[in-house]
Nanobody
Framework: QVQLVESGGGLVQPGGSLRLSCAASGSIFSVTVMGWYRQAPGMEREFVASISGGGRINYADSVKGRFVLSRSNNKNTVYLQMNSLKPEDTAVYYC?????????WGQGTQVTVSS
């Protein structure tokens, strides 16, 4: 089993920044991918960013140039630095990890971008 604990969500004005964190624990010795999805009200969950075990990072086109994904040296924690936030970034952000073919999800953290 893998547990994912997210933190860092909140309310921010347009143009502002937030940093999300996701800490993994449990059987994480063979994490293949970690990253983030988000889900806005009435919308399907959509991919935001991911990092592979080898360090390859992918971003959704909608966040490229604004969001930066990074991880800790021990690879147990990933961070999503979100800059130049827009109202359309408002969503619940979910951390995920793929471990030996199984996808685990965090509980989600709300990000609201509003003036």
């Amino acid at each position: 089993q893998v547990q994912l604990v997210e933190s860092g969500g909140g309310l921010v004005q347009p143009g502002g920044s937030l940093r999300l964190s996701c800490a993994a624990s449990g059987s994480i010795f063979s994490v293949t991918v970690m990253g983030w999805y988000r889900q806005a009200p009435g919308m399907e969950r959509e991919f935001v960013a991911s990092i592979s075990g080898g360090g390859r990072i992918n971003y959704a086109d909608s966040v490229k140039g604004r969001f930066v994904l990074s991880r800790s040296n021990n690879k147990n924690t990933v961070y999503l630095q979100m800059n130049s936030l827009k109202p359309e970034d408002t969503a619940v952000y979910y951390c995920y990890a793929i471990v030996t073919g199984t996808t685990y999800w965090g509980q989600g953290t709300q990000v609201t971008v509003s003036s």
